[in-house]
């Protein structure tokens, strides 16, 4: 059935919610400096065996350029994943933990005990799970990195939680050989995410049912 365009905007409106969730997550743990997240491994081992034959890429201009070749050759294996809600993924994920970045960076930091950022990460990463699954749940796009896991749990009648370790792993393997830094929550975050946001996609789905439901009556 056709979406109306309220519909189609209250779930623009819940996948931004999903997003700022999900962002506070990466952010949280993030600042706790105990390794960066699986895809980000992967993005910056690509800068940095890129960055000295191509000048002009930044950090930021690899994600980028990384999210759109994914986007690109998931829309060569099935457009219908494909979304505007992906795009907005894409454009303000970074901002994002930018500003939750300013906000929480004094009170999160390396001089923190080693007990207090491991939890702090273990935090982030239900956070970021469950933020994760009401932007997945909204079904109006996802991050492109959750896109690969969403797309081979269901070609693959897969399991999400089980699936996303896998592309998690394969992105840190990748990362970690091209020069990306892997630490401790790098490994823990890969185990994770993947079987937290399968306990979560349930619930979110019921969530944003419900909200879909009222709002658009």
């Not at 099935?78 to 929480?104: E, H, N, Q, W």
């Not at 009170?107 to 469950?130: D, K, Q, S």
Request: charged share 15%; net charge positive; with cysteine.
């Amino acid at each position: 059935m056709k979406r109306t365009v309220k519909e189609t905007i209250l779930r623009l409106i819940l996948l931004l919610a999903g997003l700022v969730i999900a962002h506070l997550g990466v952010t949280l743990f993030l600042l706790t400096n105990l390794g960066a997240d699986p895809f980000n491994v992967f993005v910056q081992g690509l800068f940095r065996t890129l960055r000295g034959s191509v000048n002009i890429l930044t950090h930021g201009y690899t994600h980028i350029t990384v999210c759109i070749i994914i986007i690109l050759v998931l829309l060569i294996v099935d457009k219908s994943y494909i979304k505007i809600g992906t795009v907005v993924c894409m454009a303000f994920g970074g901002p994002i933990i930018d500003f939750f970045t300013r906000l929480f960076e004094g009170t999160i930091h390396a001089g923190n005990p080693f007990v207090m950022r491991l939890a702090t990460l273990a935090a982030g990463c239900v956070i970021l799970a469950f933020g994760m699954t009401i932007v997945i749940k909204s079904d109006a796009g996802t991050g492109p990195n959750d896109l690969v896991a969403i797309v081979l749990s269901d070609k693959l009648s897969k399991p999400f939680g089980p699936t996303r370790i896998a592309v998690d792993f394969c992105f840190v393997i990748i990362g970690f050989f091209l020069g990306g830094a892997v630490g401790i929550g790098t490994i823990i975050s890969a185990f994770l995410v993947g079987p937290v946001a399968d306990f979560f996609l349930p619930h979110s789905e019921k969530i944003v049912g419900y909200f879909v439901e009222k709002l658009n009556a």
